[in-house]
């Protein structure tokens, strides 16, 4: 029986990720091969054996990384399905198929990454007006902007808006040169970004000349009405309430409309109050309008956004619980101090 001792380097993937908590992921693949010895350090496995079982493992931990790579996840059952002889990639495409939003321009089809876009989706279908409420990187925009293109694609809709209140984020830009369209856009790129990845540059320019498409600020929504549209209001959490207000009943009879923002990235003055905020607290329950919430489980880019992301809300509890506590010490000192004086 020839014997074959191969080494493979597990790189572009977060470890964690590939080995499992405990190495639970890595330990089905042990399992799988107790015929072999495997052995693992950092990026390092190991394999030694049969020939032909050492090359059928060694392809296994490839398709395990090229899953991790892909699609940035890499499931238990995934690691079972592989072992087991079954091709992730196959059932992923079948599962994809059913769920595709639309193809963008370069052919690569969109679809939801996470079970909350999935949502998301799903909620938009069934409601007029949804809010999408989540951090950053969790691909609300993305996904809002992709069923505002399939509804203009399908004749659904006769037009997209797309609009957001032009707040800086936490820094003064000053004068910005040029003519009104040249200071407004850099507020509105992110919208151009996903426009970009769904359309044709030839179709998009197109449309938004004729104004099938509109990219505009907030404040130009005043007095309108907007009807036979997929409307989108992006980084609500940095409306008034005067301004979520005048949005929403800019809405026609046959509009769509799917409201994104991020309450933790509040970019107003401290003497003014989000509007989005007190909005999803007015609005709930309202048969038509669906609230999502998405968490740092949905975040789709980089690995460390979600580990950022928890962070800073581990801090922010950290800092409420100790405001808190400090708050009932001061009122127990005024109290103490109170009863002293009367005693007096």
Same mark, same amino acid.
């Not at 350090?41 to 390092?44: A, E, S």
């Not at 196959?90 to 769920?99: G, I, T, V």
């Not at 069934?126 to 951090?135: E, R, T, Y």
């Not at 919208?191 to 426009?195: E, G, R, S, T, V």
């Given at each position: 029986?020839?014997?074959?001792e191969v080494i493979l380097?597990?790189e572009?993937v977060n470890?964690?990720?590939?080995y499992?908590?405990?190495?639970?992921k890595f330990?089905?693949?042990?399992?799988?091969?107790?015929?072999?010895?495997?052995?693992s350090?950092? #990026?390092?496995v190991k394999v030694?054996?049969?020939?032909k079982?050492?090359?059928l493992?060694k392809? %296994?931990v490839?398709?395990?990384?090229?899953?991790? *790579? #892909?699609?940035?996840?890499?499931?238990i059952?995934t690691?079972r399905?592989i072992?087991g002889?079954t /091709?992730?990639f196959?059932? *992923? =495409? $079948?599962?994809?198929? #059913?769920?595709i939003?639309?193809?963008?321009q370069?052919?690569k089809?969109?679809v939801?990454r996470?079970r909350?876009q999935?949502?998301l989706?799903?909620?938009?279908d069934?409601? @007029?007006?949804?809010?999408?409420?989540?951090?950053a990187?969790?691909?609300?925009?993305?996904?809002?902007?992709?069923?505002?293109v399939?509804?203009?694609?399908?004749?659904?809709?006769?037009r997209?808006?797309l609009?957001r209140?032009a707040?800086e984020?936490?820094?003064s830009?000053?004068?910005?040169?040029?003519?009104l369209k040249?200071?407004?856009?850099?507020?509105l790129?992110p919208?151009? @970004?996903?426009?970009d990845?769904?359309?044709h540059?030839?179709?998009?320019?197109?449309?938004m000349?004729?104004?099938?498409?509109?990219?505009?600020?907030?404040?130009?929504?005043?007095? $309108?009405?907007?009807?036979?549209?997929f409307?989108?209001?992006?980084e609500?959490?940095?409306c008034t309430?005067?301004q979520?207000k005048?949005f929403?009943t800019? =809405?026609g009879?046959?509009?769509?409309c799917i409201?994104?923002g991020d309450?933790?990235?509040?970019?107003l003055p401290r /003497? #003014?109050?989000?509007?989005l905020?007190?909005?999803?607290h007015i609005?709930?329950?309202?048969?038509g309008?669906g609230i999502l919430? =998405?968490?740092s489980?949905?975040?789709v880019? %980089?690995?460390l956004v979600?580990?950022?992301?928890?962070a800073? @809300?581990?801090?922010?509890?950290?800092?409420?619980a100790?405001k808190k506590k400090?708050?009932?010490?001061?009122?127990?000192? $005024?109290e103490n101090?109170? /009863? *002293?004086k009367?005693?007096?």
């Open positions: 029986m020839a014997s074959s380097i597990v572009e470890l964690v990720d590939f499992g908590q405990n190495d639970s330990n089905i693949l042990k399992k799988a091969y107790t015929d072999l010895t495997i052995t350090r950092g #990026q390092m030694t054996g049969d020939k079982r050492v090359q493992c392809n %296994h490839e398709m395990m990384i090229r899953v991790l *790579k #892909q699609y940035g996840e890499l499931s059952q690691v399905d072992v002889g /091709n992730p196959e059932s *992923k =495409l $079948r599962k994809e198929n #059913q769920n939003i639309l193809y963008g370069s052919g089809p969109i939801p996470t909350n999935k949502k989706v799903e909620s938009s069934n409601n @007029d007006i949804v809010f999408a409420i989540g951090p990187g969790t691909g609300k925009t993305y996904t809002a902007v992709a069923l505002a399939r509804a203009l694609k399908l004749n659904r809709v006769r997209i808006i609009t209140p707040v984020a936490g820094e830009l000053g004068f910005l040169p040029g003519d040249e200071k407004i856009d850099p507020y790129r919208l151009y @970004d996903a426009l990845d769904m359309i540059p030839e179709k998009l320019a197109l449309f000349q004729n104004r099938t498409i509109e990219v505009a600020p907030l404040a130009f929504m005043r007095g $309108r009405t907007l009807d036979n549209s409307v989108i209001l992006d609500a959490q940095n309430e005067t979520l005048m929403l800019r =809405l009879p046959s509009a769509k409201v994104t309450l933790s990235q509040i970019d /003497n #003014q109050r989000s509007g905020l007190r909005g999803l609005l709930d329950n309202i048969e309008i919430r =998405l968490s489980g949905d975040v880019r %980089h690995r979600r580990e950022i992301i928890d800073y @809300d581990r801090q922010s509890k950290e800092d409420e100790f400090r708050d009932e010490e001061r009122k127990k000192e $005024r101090s109170e /009863n *002293k009367e005693k007096e």
